[in-house]
């Protein structure tokens, strides 16, 4: 396994949602991981970059940052996704403390607190409705234009979930804790979390380089057995799914091992025999 240990998650403090490790940090989850994976004397942990991968099924080559050279008969690409936030002063000092991108990961910590949602059209309006079951003090801050259609600003104003579609100019924070939101035209509203829709980016390019289909949204293109649209290439995680938290990328990841195993036993049966 080759992993450069930059989990999309590292900015948080908490895992969420995953039973028998509520609340632990990114990291002692990772450290838990390892721990498990090297009592298996046949599972080698390499911290290191997969930079130039090779060859198809059967035979690819992999070529690492550090001058590692690996072979290997399939591949299983977990590389996840990256976030790019949107260009917001002050909102890296919040990132993963108190702004959070999944209300199914960070909802409930937030719960009937004053809450912002940075998003702008159908993102905004769904992020709202679902955020509405932890908190009654919603606002959305939709940084400009708001994209929502007439029905979606309607419901909104029926729920008393009030739009600001001003530009915003910073963030105001304390320790990593949003405690206000400052707009171009100088009013500000208080909150105490945020809720926001990064830009995602796929966190490897080299499935697409080997030939394998994305979605337009860069998501790779998956069965359910992970198998990419390459013979060899399976895909599990952020990189392949388009929802988010550790347990859904932990069982696509489980799903692919056992496609992954299936097929090496067959071929060595199937070379083995007489
Ligand atoms: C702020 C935040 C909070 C979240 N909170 C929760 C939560 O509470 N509960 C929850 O269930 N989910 C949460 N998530 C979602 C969760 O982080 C992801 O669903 C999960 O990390 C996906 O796992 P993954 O293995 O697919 O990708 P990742 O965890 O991102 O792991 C991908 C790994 O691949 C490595 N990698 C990439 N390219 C290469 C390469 N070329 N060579 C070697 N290694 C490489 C990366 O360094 C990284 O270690 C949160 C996400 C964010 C951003």
Not at 191 to 215: D, H, K, N, Q
């Amino acid at each position: 396994m080759l992993d450069n240990g930059e989990p999309r998650n590292k900015v948080t403090r908490e895992t969420h949602g995953f039973l028998t490790r509520d609340g632990v940090s990114p990291a002692e989850f990772r450290r838990l991981a390892h721990e498990q994976m090297n009592a298996y004397p046949s599972v080698q942990l390499h911290t290191d970059t997969a930079e130039r991968i090779t060859g198809s099924d059967g035979q690819f080559h992999i070529q690492t940052a550090r001058g590692g050279s690996f072979r290997a008969k399939k591949l299983l690409f977990a590389a996840g996704k990256k976030d790019v936030l949107p260009n917001i002063r002050g909102l890296k000092d919040v990132y993963g403390k108190s702004a959070f991108i999944c209300p199914y990961c960070d909802g409930w910590e937030l719960r009937d607190q004053p809450i912002a949602i940075i998003a702008n059209g159908s993102s905004a309006f769904h992020s709202a409705r679902t955020l509405s079951g932890w908190s009654k003090q919603i606002a959305v801050c939709t940084n400009g234009p708001s994209g929502l259609a007439p029905m979606q600003q309607h419901e909104l104003l029926a729920h008393r979930i009030p739009v600001y579609d001003t530009a915003i100019r910073q963030i105001e924070s304390s320790g990593g804790i949003v405690q206000r939101i400052w707009f171009d035209n100088g009013a500000s509203i208080r909150c105490r979390g945020i809720f926001f829709a990064p830009r995602l980016v796929p966190g490897s390019p080299m499935p697409e380089a080997l030939g394998c289909r994305l979605t337009p949204e860069g998501t790779l293109i998956v069965d359910d057995n992970g198998q990419t649209s390459v013979p060899g290439i399976f895909s599990a995680g952020d990189q392949a799914a388009e929802t988010y938290m550790a347990v859904f990328a932990a069982a696509m990841g489980s799903l692919a091992a056992v496609s992954i195993n299936r097929e090496l036993l067959a071929e060595a049966w199937a070379q083995h025999s007489d």
